[in-house]
C-alpha cells in the first residue's frame, strides 16, 4: 500500500511539471566559433542531446531539471531550469572555458641514482658500435626507410584522431566534399604522375 501510494505521490508530482523546450548555442571560451558535439543531458533521466555542427541544440526538460554540458577538454557546466515558468521555451548561450590541467614534472632515471648511471656508462663497450659502417647512413634512401618503418608521434596520431573526428561531424551533420570536381586534387594527382610515385617498384 505504502508503495502505491509514493507511486502515485511521484506520478503527480510529473504531471504537475511543466515540459521546457530548451535550446541554445555553445560557443568556446573567446564567443567566436561554435562548438559541435557537446553532450547536452539530464543525469538519471535517460534524455540528452548533443550540439550540431554550428553548437545548436534542442531538446524538451521538465521544470526543476538540472541540464549538464559536458566535452573533452572543457569544463562541465550546469543549468537549472527554474520552477513554475510563465513561458515553455528557454534560449541559451553557453560559453565554455577550457579545461587545463597542469601536471608536475617527472623526471625518469632508468637507475636508483646518478652515480650509478654513470657506472653503468663508463662500462660500456664501444667496441662493437664503432666496428659498424657507418658511410651512407645519411643517405636519403636510408632515412626514407628510416621514416617508412617509424611509428606515428603523438601529434600525429592527435592530427589522426581530430581528422576521424571532423569526418564523423561531416558525414552527420553535412555532405562530404566530391574531390573529382576539385582542381588542387587533379593538380596533385598530375604531379604524382609526373613524379612517377604511381610507378611499381621492386
Do not use: C
Not at 508530482?13 to 511543466?18: F, L, M, V
Not at 557546466?77 to 513554475?84: A, V
Not at 572555458?97 to 653503468?120: C, G, H, N, T, W
Request: proline share 6%.
Amino acid at each position: 500500500m505504502f508503495l502505491l501510494f509514493f507511486q502515485n505521490l511521484q506520478a503527480q508530482d510529473q504531471k504537475e511539471r511543466r515540459v521546457i523546450q530548451l535550446s541554445g548555442i555553445i560557443l568556446n571560451a573567446d564567443s567566436t566559433d561554435a562548438v559541435p558535439g557537446v553532450n547536452v543531458y539530464v543525469p538519471k533521466k535517460g534524455r540528452g542531446t548533443s550540439s550540431g555542427r554550428f553548437g545548436y541544440f534542442s531538446m524538451p526538460v521538465l521544470e526543476g531539471d538540472s541540464v549538464v554540458f559536458t566535452f573533452v577538454g572543457l569544463k562541465r557546466q550546469t543549468f537549472n531550469i527554474p520552477q513554475n515558468m510563465v513561458d515553455d521555451k528557454i534560449s541559451l548561450i553557453i560559453t565554455m572555458q577550457e579545461d587545463e590541467i597542469a601536471l608536475a614534472e617527472i623526471e625518469v632515471m632508468p637507475y636508483p641514482s646518478e652515480d650509478e648511471f654513470k657506472r653503468a656508462v663508463l662500462a660500456m663497450n664501444y667496441d662493437a658500435p664503432m666496428s659498424i659502417d657507418t658511410r651512407g647512413n645519411m643517405s636519403p634512401e636510408t632515412l626514407l626507410r628510416w621514416a617508412e618503418n617509424m611509428p606515428a608521434s603523438g601529434n600525429e596520431n592527435f592530427r589522426g584522431f581530430q581528422q576521424g573526428q571532423i569526418m564523423q561531424i561531416q558525414d552527420r551533420y553535412g555532405p562530404r566534399p566530391f574531390r573529382l570536381l576539385d582542381p588542387f586534387a587533379w593538380s596533385q594527382f598530375i604531379q604524382s604522375i609526373k613524379r612517377g610515385d604511381l610507378k611499381k617498384k621492386d
